[in-house]
């Protein structure tokens, strides 16, 4: 059974480029959250060690040393993510994902969907394999590096002016 899943493997990611390291992991998928229009907080992975996409169908994956939970405190939640966190993407919505889950009152509840249904709402919608969703807003994942990049109103106003 594990050689299937082993060829599985191998056939998803045929064609992938790839990279290793924690610097070059961390920035390929800063660059991925980027495009896709996410908050670059929204993924809070630990320690990378490879990152792969496969731009013909959408298939990404990042592995990581251990697995890593992470309290997001804006939105009071936990999320735990695995040694490796997979997803088809496309711009605004990462979908068919795995390795990540939420705890809701007593239990951990897996996350399949991520998306911005309406990117102007503002809002980044979590589903769970059997479509129920919720939502939060998408400054709760804007991380400082995010905040650094928008810029203020008297900026605005330089730029205006200029």
């Known amino acids: 059974m594990s050689t299937e899943k ?3 493997a191998k056939d998803v990611r045929a064609g992938a480029e790839v990279v290793y390291g924690p610097e070059e992991c961390y920035q ?3 660059e991925l959250l980027e495009e896709l ?6 993924l809070p ?3 990378l060690v490879e990152c792969g996409r496969v731009r013909e169908t959408g298939f990404v994956w990042m592995k990581q040393k251990a697995p890593y939970e992470h309290f997001f405190v804006k939105t009071n939640t936990r999320v735990s993510y695995a040694t490796e966190v997979t997803a088809y993407v496309e711009k605004f ?5 795995t390795g990540i889950k939420s705890r809701q009152m007593f239990m951990w509840v897996p996350i399949s969907e991520m ?3 309406d990117p102007s709402s503002g809002k980044i919608v979590f589903r769970t394999p059997m479509g129920i969703g ?3 807003p998408i400054s709760a994942f804007v991380d400082e590096e995010d905040e650094k990049k928008k810029p203020t109103s008297s900026e605005n106003g330089n ?3 200029a």
């Not at 229009?37 to 929204?42: D, T």
């Open 6 to 8: 082993s060829r599985v």
């Open 28 to 30: 390929h998928s800063v």
């Open 37 to 42: 229009g996410f908050p670059r907080g929204v």
């Open 45 to 47: 992975l630990r320690d």
């Open 93 to 97: 919505k990462m979908k068919k994902m």
């Open 115 to 117: 998306s911005m249904d």
């Open 134 to 136: 919720k939502s939060f």
């Open 159 to 161: 730029q205006l002016k």
